[in-house]
């Protein structure tokens, strides 16, 4: 999945029996899905954690403004309250945009 800083990103996830209390967390390629402390990427403008919108499989990030382009895990959980709920590994994502200066 790729995600651009400026413009508008979401992030579609395949499964059954997705629901409204489903979340995903983009987080440091080099996490574990599901590890005690996961490396949340920051982006302003964006949502991080994003929860389910439409039938559950949409996460709607919003409009990226800054950050650190590169890759990206996106954990998903079920019903998550903490990082370790944050269990499934389900794509990468690459954030596309400048490095600032």
Not at 11 to 24: E, F, K
Not at 30 to 38: K, N, V
Not at 63 to 81: L, R
Request: with cysteine; net charge negative.
């Amino acid at each position: 999945v790729t995600c651009t800083m400026g413009l508008s990103c979401s992030i579609q996830v395949t499964g059954v029996n997705l629901a409204a209390t489903n979340q995903i967390a983009v987080t440091a390629l080099s996490d574990t899905c599901g590890q005690a402390t996961l490396n949340l990427a920051v982006f302003p403008g964006a949502t991080n954690p994003a929860t389910a919108s439409g039938s559950f499989d949409t996460f709607e990030l919003g409009i990226p403004t800054g950050g650190v382009p590169g890759d990206y895990k996106v954990c998903w959980g079920y019903s998550p309250a903490i990082h370790t709920d944050y269990h499934v590994p389900v794509v990468t994502l690459r954030m596309g945009g400048p490095v600032a200066r």
